[in-house]
């Protein structure tokens, strides 16, 4: 029975990874689909400032949670830019002008043992498991 608690676990984990990708191909579709009728209609393509969803596996988390669960579903490092991307993708709420700066901060802000999270010796991210302590995790290969 424990095998089929982590098989459905994993399979949560990579909904919630395949829903914030998702997001963010709607939202991209949706940005060239706008600027294709400007561009019909001989005018400049708006740029739409991103925003993030109104649903989404993150809109109704804090940072330090919506980061953790990105990086468990993602199963490999991540650059702050491509967490941050990913969060608002996937419905993360921000206001600040510049969030991959602010996520960068947060990140760095972040205990491991608590929060479950390290930097990896390139500079990326990864989830290595709450309650673990920083540099316990198997190095990996860069």
Do not use: C
């Not at 709420?93 to 510049?98: E, S, V």
């Not at 901060?105 to 390290?118: A, F, K, P, S």
């Not at 989830?127 to 302590?133: A, I, M, N, P």
């Amino acid at each position: 029975m424990a095998k089929v608690a982590e098989i459905l676990l994993e399979l949560r984990k990579e909904q919630a990874h395949l829903k914030a990708e998702l997001a963010r191909v709607e939202k991209v579709i949706a940005l060239l689909e706008q600027g294709m009728g400007a561009e019909a209609e001989g005018e400049e393509p708006a740029r739409a400032a991103a925003s993030p969803t109104e649903e989404g596996p993150y809109s109704q988390l804090y940072f330090n949670e919506a980061a953790a669960e990105y990086l468990a579903s993602a199963n490999e490092p991540k650059s702050a830019r491509e967490i941050a991307e990913a969060l608002v993708a996937g419905g993360f709420r921000t206001k600040t002008a510049n969030f991959q700066a602010s996520a960068r901060t947060m990140l760095h802000r972040m205990n491991t043992y608590v929060h479950g999270i390290e930097r990896t010796s390139n500079g990326k991210w990864r989830f290595v498991g709450r309650g673990k302590l920083p540099g316990s995790a198997p190095k990996l290969e860069s």
